[in-house]
């Protein structure tokens, strides 16, 4: 078994959806339409994770999210939401979520977030150490003289962000604390900024980075093959990961903005349109 994954939402579709995506996947999935008939729920079962709608009446996602991390703080959480706000998302970081889903959002968006978010519970209670720890125990000085630095400049924090990550190359979220610590900053803030602007990112990248476009529009037109074909040929099992030389990265974008491209690959800042899984072994050989 994959996982087992608690749905919370009081739109009855929503977790009906989610039942035949994930089910297929391997996951045992049960669904929840209240706050409340979760915690009870969970009172008689684990799971790895809860996907919970954050706009519910009653009682709402956030109250959820705090009642969970009070009875089980292992178990990993992820928004889903349609109407979502900045307070809202605020909190819901600042309550340890994993990840958010936007409404609509796609099949394979459902299923690569929930793949993440269980390896990440699991990782975490079989105590394994994340490869990010090593990256940042190897550059801390250099990240703490950084910080040291900008300590008492104004507007420090995307200076500091810009620097480090010239340092890592990525800015995981140990990276994000140490920050956030450094210059006496919320680690909502320091997370809300690296999310915001495309240029920082919080995943290590490869020499050449390729991204894929699971947007509906490149998903109806075998995107997922796309993704397949390209793990394949990279050797990466997981759909952010990264190959073991760090000649590769790859990851999955939710939109590039070029629909009438679909299905759409970008390699570091090369754009294919019309992409066909066949030919993707050919396309990546021109950077090996």
């Known amino acids: 078994m994959a996982g087992s994954v608690l749905i919370v939402d009081d739109e009855s579709v929503v977790i009906r959806s989610c039942e035949r995506i994930l089910a297929p996947e391997g996951y045992s999935v049960q669904g929840a339409s209240s706050a409340r008939e979760a915690l009870e729920v969970m009172e008689k079962e684990e799971f ?27 178990t990993g959480i992820v928004v889903i939401t349609g109407y979502p706000s900045q ?9 340890g979520i994993i990840d958010y889903l936007p409404k609509p959002f796609s099949p394979q968006l459902l299923v690569d977030i929930t793949e993440k978010a269980v390896a990440a519970v699991k ?21 703490n003289e950084v910080i040291e630095s900008y ?9 500091v962000l810009q620097k480090v990550q010239g ?11 140490i920050i956030a610590k450094g210059l006496n900053l919320p680690v909502s803030e320091v997370h809300a900024v690296v999310s915001f602007y495309s240029f920082f990112t919080m995943k290590p990248k490869g020499k050449h980075n ?16 796309i993704l397949q074909k390209i793990k394949e040929t990279l050797g990466i099992e997981e759909e952010e ?25 970008v390699v570091d800042h090369d754009i294919y349109g ?15």
């Open 210 to 225: 390729v991204r894929v476009c699971l947007g509906t529009a490149c998903y109806v037109k075998r995107a997922a093959e």
């Open 123 to 143: 990782a975490t209670l079989g105590k394994e150490r994340p490869a990010e720890e090593g990256d940042v125990e190897a550059k801390l000085k250099e990240i």
């Open 87 to 95: 307070d809202s998302i605020k909190d819901a970081l600042e309550l």
């Open 48 to 74: 790895d994770i809860v996907i919970t709608d954050l706009k519910m009446p009653e009682m709402d996602g956030i109250e959820l999210i705090r009642r969970i991390r009070e009875k089980s703080p292992s």
């Open 151 to 159: 300590r008492t400049k104004p507007g420090a924090l995307i200076p």
């Open 241 to 265: 990961g990264i190959t073991k030389d760090r000649k590769f990265s790859l990851e999955t974008v939710r939109c590039l903005g070029a629909c009438g491209l679909a299905p759409v690959v």
């Open 167 to 177: 340092i890592l190359g990525y800015l995981p979220p140990t990276v994000q604390r």
């Open 274 to 288: 019309s992409v066909d899984p066949v030919k993707v072994p050919e396309t990546l050989k021109q950077y090996g």
